[in-house]
C-alpha cells in the first residue's frame, strides 16, 4: 500500500508521533465527556490508546487498494454493497484521474471497511473519532466558538478545503470531508425515541449535554452520520482508519 509520508508539528504531550515517514499518529488513553447524550445522561467515556491515519484516505491510496484487490473494483463489486454510486467519479475502475491526493469518496461503509482491514486496521469507532478530535482540539487551543464556526463551514462551503490548513495537530478531522465510522449509526439506538425527521427541538435538547454552539455543531455531525446506510456512496463522505497500539 501507498503510504502518506507527513512531518507532525505537534507541541505538548497529548499525540505521540510516530517515526518519521509514517502516516499515523498515537492517539493516547484517556477519559472524555461525551457531548452527545446517548444513554439517558452525561457520561465520562474511557478509550484506550490507539493509532490514526494522519489525514483521510486517498483516492490514489484506495486505487492501490483495487488494484491488489480486484474484487472491489466499481464493476466487480455487487450491487448489495453500494447504492449505484461507488467510485462513479472515477476515470476508469482502478484509475482515480484528477486530484489524486484528495480524500476518496462515493466510497460504501463495507468499502472502507473491507481498505482498513486488509491494511491491518479498521474503521475507527465513533468513540474513538470523537475522544481523537477533543484531543486535537486541547492539542490546538481551539476554543469552543472556533470550533463550531469550523463545523458550520463544512456544510455551508466546498469540501476538501481545511478550514484549519496551517493546523497539523487538527489531523485534517475537520473541514475536509466527513467520515464513515465503525458505529456510525449508534446514535439511532434510541431509536424511537428520537424525532429526527420533524426537526424537534425538544429531541435536539435531550441529546445535548450542554446547550451552546459547540455541542450543537457535534450533534450535527452526530446526526448527519446518522442519515446514512452501510450502502451509501457520497462526493462528500471519505474515511480514515485506526490501528490497536500494542
Known amino acids: 500500500m501507498i503510504k502518506r509520508a507527513r512531518s507532525l508539528a505537534l507541541c505538548g504531550l497529548l499525540v ?56 472491489w473494483q466499481r464493476d466487480r463489486t455487487p450491487r448489495i454493497f453500494h447504492d449505484g454510486g461507488y467510485l462513479t467519479n472515477w476515470l476508469s475502475a482502478v484509475e ?3 486530484a489524486e491526493t484528495a480524500p476518496v469518496t462515493q466510497v460504501s ?3 472502507a471497511r473491507a481498505y482498513c482491514e486488509a ?3 479498521s474503521l475507527p469507532t465513533l468513540e474513538q473519532w470523537e475522544y481523537a478530535l477533543s484531543v486535537q ?24 478545503i481545511s478550514r484549519a490548513e496551517d493546523n497539523e ?9 466527513n467520515e464513515w465510522l465503525e458505529d456510525y449509526q449508534l446514535l439511532l439506538s434510541n431509536g424511537e425515541k428520537i424525532d429526527f425527521g420533524g426537526g424537534s427541538c425538544g429531541d435536539t435538547a435531550r441529546m445535548l449535554a450542554n446547550f451552546d454552539a459547540a455541542h450543537y455543531a457535534t450533534f450535527l455531525r452526530y446526526q448527519s452520520r446518522s442519515n446514512y ?18
Open 137 to 160: 482540539r486541547q492539542q490546538a487551543n481551539l476554543n469552543d466558538d472556533d470550533y463550531a464556526r469550523e463545523v458550520f463551514a463544512w456544510y455551508t462551503q466546498t469540501p476538501f
Open 119 to 121: 491494511d491491518g486496521g
Open 109 to 111: 461503509w463495507f468499502a
Open 16 to 71: 505521540t508521533a510516530l517515526p518519521a515517514m509514517s502516516s499515523q499518529v498515537v492517539i493516547p488513553a484517556g477519559e472524555f465527556v461525551s457531548p452527545v447524550i446517548l444513554d439517558q445522561e452525561i457520561s465520562r467515556v474511557w478509550v484506550d490508546a490507539f493509532r490514526l491515519d494522519v489525514q483521510p484516505v486517498t483516492r490514489n491510496e484506495f486505487a492501490d487498494f483495487v488494484r491488489k484487490h480486484p474484487e
Open 229 to 246: 446506510t452501510p450502502v451509501t456512496t457520497t462526493s462528500t463522505l471519505g474515511f480514515r482508519c485506526a490501528y490497536p497500539e500494542e
Open 169 to 177: 495537530a487538527m489531523l485534517g478531522l475537520l473541514g475536509q470531508v
Open 96 to 98: 482515480p484521474g484528477s
